[in-house]
């Protein structure tokens, strides 16, 4: 992820994770992403059970029972492996993992195991009762997505009244003091509704907000044709900045970040360089830190069935299974070719890629999304949107 708010606006100082000797168990949550250990922030998909139907869902959810879902029991033992492991986040998802009975149960016990909890919800179901009880268990973030304003998001979402639901949800976390954000998948569906999010930010009093880029997986595979051109995205990532700093100008701090497309960290660097050259360097600086996309490296994801992955996206390539092997060992198990190669991912990326002077920074993109599209997982990421001029080949 690449924190517009922190390097656009420069709310992060390269100072500032370096104050922590920049480990993960040591940092505070939003500079996290500037660790040098890089434990990784795990996903757990609770269930894969969703109330809504959304067109870009990766776990391609209903809503029905599904079967061999992690029991209580396994998901605690799970969660003290990754308490002894280190990991410094779990983050609870789903299908939508509020339906599952006992997520207070299991948020509490992460938390009580020294573990920051969030939870990646559609908010639609959480009442005031609920957001009571989530602030009870001391949860770090509750991130809800919301997809456009209303006509949007309830046609990308499937079920009409999903918007005005996950707005009271959203306004239910805020009275009881949780941080809440929200979570925009951005594609050529809804990218005209990004200023009118902006403004809902603003009203709602909303601190945070994470941009994502279309991936192409699960249901989302068949939107690769709504994805934005590489023109289209250079605009929308420029309107992110922009409408990032007019908040910030008018006084209202908000955590912007854009999501899983690293060439967003080069791209917002050469216009630094244009706008601000001392402060450009100050970014490349916190860019290095960052080290780009850290799928099976410093995130990972764990399936409702145990199922371990290099990402929540990456869905058709399991590690192993927590049923059979602890997290732990099964992430640092480098006799998996492609693990091995995920913890490196420099050597083995191939075209432009290879050749792109931001590589470090980059890491290479999403792996998923090349695959997706080319069948080789160490093809270019088709979603980089940078010119062979900015990326150095000549």
């Known amino acids: 992820m690449i924190g517009i708010s922190k390097l656009y606006c420069g709310v992060v100082e390269p100072s500032d994770p370096l104050r922590y000797g920049r480990d993960s168990s040591q940092l505070p949550s939003h500079l996290l992403q500037f660790s040098k250990d890089k434990k990784p922030v795990v996903v757990w998909n609770v269930t894969r059970r969703c109330n809504l139907k959304c067109v870009h869902c990766y776990s391609q959810s209903r809503n029905l029972d599904y079967p061999d879902e992690l029991t209580t029991e396994e998901g605690k033992g799970f969660i003290d ?27 509490d016990y992460a938390r009580k195991k020294g573990m920051r909890a969030v939870i990646s919800t559609n908010g639609t179901l959480i009442t005031k009762d609920m957001a009571k009880r989530l602030k009870d268990i001391g949860l770090s973030y509750v991130g809800v997505s919301l997809d456009g304003m209303k006509e949007t998001n309830d046609k990308f979402r499937g079920v009409a009244g999903a918007f005005d639901a996950a707005l009271r949800g959203i306004r239910n976390c805020k009275e ?69 700093r007019r908040l910030h100008d008018k006084g209202f701090p908000a955590e912007v970040l854009t999501v899983d497309n690293h060439a967003d960290g080069p791209y917002l660097y050469l216009r630094m360089k244009k706008e601000d050259p001392k402060r450009a ?45 602890p997290f732990s060992e099964i992430w640092l198990d480098r006799s998996n070719e492609v693990m091995a190669k995920l913890k ?13 002077k931001w590589l470090d920074i980059c890491g290479g993109n999403f792996r ?6 080319t069948g080789d997982l160490w093809a270019p990421d088709p979603a980089c949107y940078l010119t062979d001029e900015e990326i150095g080949i000549k």
């Open 81 to 107: 492996d990754l308490a002894a492991f280190g990991a410094p986040v779990i983050l609870f998802s789903g299908g939508e993992p509020t339906i599952r009975p006992d997520l207070f149960e299991l948020a």
């Open 176 to 244: 009881e003091g949780i941080k809440v954000g929200l979570r925009f998948t951005m594609n050529r569906r809804n990218a005209q509704d990004i200023p009118d999010i902006f403004r809902l930010l603003e009203r709602e009093e909303v601190p945070r907000i994470c941009f994502y880029h279309l991936v192409y997986a699960g249901r989302g595979t068949a939107l690769v044709k709504e994805d934005l051109s590489h023109a289209e995205t250079r605009k929308v990532v420029d309107m992110i900045m922009d409408e990032t």
């Open 281 to 325: 360097e100050e970014v490349m600086e916190l860019l290095k830190m960052n080290q780009g996309n850290s799928s099976g490296n410093g995130i990972g994801c764990v399936s409702w069935d145990g199922e371990v992955y290099a990402d929540q996206f990456w869905r058709h390539y399991s590690f192993g299974n927590i049923r059979k092997r």
């Open 344 to 356: 490196d991912k420099r050597p083995h990326v191939k075209g432009r890629c290879a050749e792109c």
């Open 368 to 373: 998923v999304r090349a695959e997706a599209v």
